[in-house]
């Protein structure tokens, strides 16, 4: 694993995926050989794994992390269903994508590639949920000492700038509502959202929308004149202390009596939510897969994001811009977060490395009183440390216990509960 094998599994695990769309027999086939091989792996390795103390100091960012970024998926479907909803499913159908160039540059290349090379490039080769994995893989691989330990430190690393990215998009597409590039999206999936505007859209922005000369009126008097007359109204859920919330999301009656499961069908949105939640995953894996582990896997897994970045722009679930933002700011972000997660991390002196040193320069300057002092210290620390030994070890035998179950249960949840990780 330390040469390449942990390459080698990542690439088989991508290959083997993608037989879905070759032979799906063979993939019913190989996909659990393949599960078990590694599962089995892991399990036999954590039995010999010494890095279990560095394991449980990083345990409390780890589930820190875990919280904030539950924190920030919260927030950015509040967001998602916000912009969503503020202007109607009218504006939705009738408002037509933004020119893109990407859009534009790639459809060019189908007319001028080789048709082979136009199938790779359309090819659902790897998706969000490939890149999760590759993570996941990324992380247990510390049982094998392909990366440097601790692996929560480096998951702790993952999802904190993953919840920031999520935060940072989040406050990006709220600022600014821009139509989606699939202007059907909306009405297929927010069926039940108001057609009309909300009543601040229909104040601060319909009477002006379509009329430059309104515009330049509401610039010079910097306030809104038009009389947009007897406002719509919504219907509003009985949600107790978050019927705040009415305001934001705009239920109907039908969508029933839970403001959470209203925010569960956000999903991705149907506006261009600045920049894509997807690149942002794609490049924080290829991020820690390139500073942890390196090599050729690591190139492989860049390639992986550039394919997928085509692929959001060809299928236009983004606009170009998305995937190029998406791309330095997953860059930039692990970077700044670096202070979490270091692979080389130097090692505080024990107290009795300090005595022992404190004992050799004694002993050079001929000072008996010190030396027999200083013996007696080290003999006190030889049995402390004998007694927190065995209690550290029972600790240790809990902690990974409870660590290796925990997360292969979350593993195995987030590939069968949900349809892209």
């Not at 027999?25 to 010999?48: C, D, E, K």
């Not at 090819?123 to 929560?152: E, N, Q, R, T, Y």
């Not at 085509?310 to 977060?337: F, N, P, S």
Request: hydrophobic share 45%.
């Amino acid at each position: 694993m330390t040469k390449g094998g942990l390459g080698i599994a990542a690439m088989s695990y991508v290959a083997i995926d993608y037989m879905r769309y070759v032979s799906p027999v063979w993939h019913s086939r190989l996909m659990p050989v393949l599960w078990s091989v590694l599962a089995i792996a892991v399990v036999t390795r954590v039995l010999f794994y010494k890095h279990w103390s560095k394991e449980l100091r990083a345990a409390i960012p780890f589930l820190g992390s875990i919280v904030f970024l539950l924190c920030a998926l919260l927030f950015e479907a509040l967001c998602v269903r916000s912009v969503t909803a503020v202007l109607g499913l009218d504006w939705h159908r009738e408002t037509p994508p933004l020119p893109d160039t990407g859009q534009w540059f790639l459809l060019a290349l189908n007319e001028n590639l080789p048709g082979t090379l136009v199938e790779i490039l359309r090819a659902h080769i790897i998706g969000l949920h490939h890149f999760l994995m590759l993570f996941i893989m990324l992380g247990f691989s510390v049982v094998f000492d392909s990366v440097k330990a601790p692996g929560l430190g480096l998951g702790a690393r993952y999802i904190f700038t993953m919840g920031v990215g999520r935060l940072l998009r989040a406050i990006t597409f709220v600022s600014t509502i821009l139509p989606s590039a699939r202007p059907w999206c909306a009405s297929a999936r927010f069926n039940n959202v108001p057609s009309q505007p909300h009543r601040w859209a229909q104040k601060y922005y319909v009477p002006y929308a379509n009329d430059p000369t309104a515009i330049r009126k509401l610039l010079h008097w910097d306030a809104a004149y038009a009389d947009p007359g007897s406002y719509i109204g919504d219907y509003r859920a009985d949600w107790g202390s978050m019927s705040f919330l009415n305001e934001f999301l705009r239920p109907s009656y039908s969508e029933g009596p839970s403001w959470f499961a209203l925010l569960k069908k956000a999903g991705g949105g149907c506006n261009d939510l600045m920049y894509s939640g997807h690149m942002l995953v794609a490049v924080l894996t290829a991020m820690a897969w390139t500073e942890a582990y390196g090599g050729f896997s690591s190139a492989m897994i860049w390639l992986f994001v550039a394919h997928s970045a085509q692929r959001e722009i060809r299928e236009r679930h983004h606009y170009t811009v998305d995937c190029i933002v998406a791309i330095y700011v997953g860059i930039l972000l692990w970077k700044m977060t670096g202070f979490i997660w270091s692979a080389e991390r130097k090692t505080k002196q024990t107290k009795l490395e300090k005595i022992q040193n404190s004992l050799i320069h004694a002993a050079k300057d001929g000072d008996i009183e010190t030396v027999r002092r200083l013996v007696e210290e080290i003999e006190v620390s030889s049995r402390v440390e004998k007694q927190s030994k065995v209690i550290s070890n029972r600790t240790m035998t809990v902690f990974a216990c409870a660590t290796v179950i925990t997360t292969l249960t979350i593993v195995i949840l987030a590939l069968t509960l949900t349809s892209d990780g």
